[in-house]
């Protein structure tokens, strides 16, 4: 259980804003964990979710769920958090274990539990650059738990509008070592200009043999989807409000500037890996995933 300290500092960081999405996210993992045909496990998400006090009628298993996965936030949207969780589990894997990186940063980490969650090489070392509050949110839960960490883990407070990458070398990341990024659910929440910024500074970072992967959304005018279920949904059942906080304007073509830049890229739809999976969101009308990606990218080695 949290305690009233947890719950009336750090607590605060994630329960407003783009930080409360964190928790939308910790909730889908949980529900997702506990399926009979779960995708993926996170046996920590539920606790997230616990120790805050703004999330305390939310549910962490489908059956509290009344309409199940009839419901579009809590079946269809958080099912598709479960399969993003599941696809962009088996890119880091494949980073480290395959591909031989042995450092991982997650950019904009939220509640992300992956250090403690995933079976990592020896040797590896796992970088969370998020908001201080976020990831002293974080710390407290899971030593509240006496969770573990399965990979050197290093939190770095850094402001990725800012000058994150000094934060990160700083904090003992190694530019010139293959390594693996990974911005799950952070790009559209950023300006363009600070997109293309993110993006720049991790070609910048990275060794040949290294890796990336990141969520775009591809629509012209995400308010045509303004009364989607998924969007309509999410605001009214748990006060999101996606639209107000995604970034409106054109988004500019960061799988486009990676490969002009030597990379190799993948761009791949979600829908994609529901069928390859075979469970998880299809298209439908009216549908807020319509212009959702999912980009791969890959450092040749010389």
């Not at 031989?100 to 403690?116: E, I, K, N, P, T």
């Not at 790009?187 to 990275?206: K, N, Q, R, S, W």
Request: with cysteine; proline share 6%.
């Amino acid at each position: 259980m949290a305690s009233t300290a947890l719950r009336h500092s750090a607590g605060g960081d994630v329960e407003g804003g783009v930080g409360r999405t964190a928790l939308l996210v910790a909730a889908s993992r949980a529900i997702e964990t506990h399926r009979r045909d779960s995708l993926a496990q996170d046996v920590f998400a539920e606790h997230f979710v616990r120790a805050a006090p703004a999330c305390a009628d939310w549910p962490l298993r489908i059956g509290e769920v009344p309409d199940g996965d009839a419901d579009p936030l809590w079946g269809r949207f958080a099912r598709y958090f479960g399969l993003r969780t599941r696809v962009l589990d088996d890119f880091l894997l494949s980073s480290v274990h395959a591909g031989g990186a042995r450092q991982v940063v997650l950019l904009g980490a939220g509640l992300d539990s992956r250090a403690y969650r995933l079976d990592w090489p020896e040797g590896c070392t796992v970088y969370e650059l998020d908001r201080e509050g976020v990831l002293a949110f974080k710390h407290e839960v899971l030593a509240g738990l006496a969770a573990t960490p399965r990979a050197a883990r290093v939190p770095v407070p850094a402001d990725l509008r800012g000058d994150w990458a000094g934060a990160l070398t700083a904090a003992g990341f190694d530019p010139a070592a293959p390594s693996a990024f990974l911005a799950e659910g952070l790009l559209f929440y950023l300006p363009g200009a600070a997109e293309t910024a993110l993006i720049e500074t991790v070609d910048h970072l990275t060794a040949p043999g290294s890796a990336l992967a990141f969520e775009v959304k591809l629509e012209p005018d995400l308010l045509e989807y303004r009364t989607s279920p998924l969007y309509v949904a999410t605001h009214r059942q748990i006060g999101i409000d996606l639209l107000g906080l995604f970034a409106r304007e054109q988004r500019p073509d960061s799988a486009g500037a990676l490969a002009a830049r030597g990379w190799h890229t993948s761009v791949r739809t979600p829908f994609e890996f529901t069928r390859e999976h075979g469970r998880g969101p299809l298209p439908e009308s009216n549908d807020a995933l319509e212009g959702n990606r999912w980009v791969f990218a890959t450092r040749p080695r010389a």
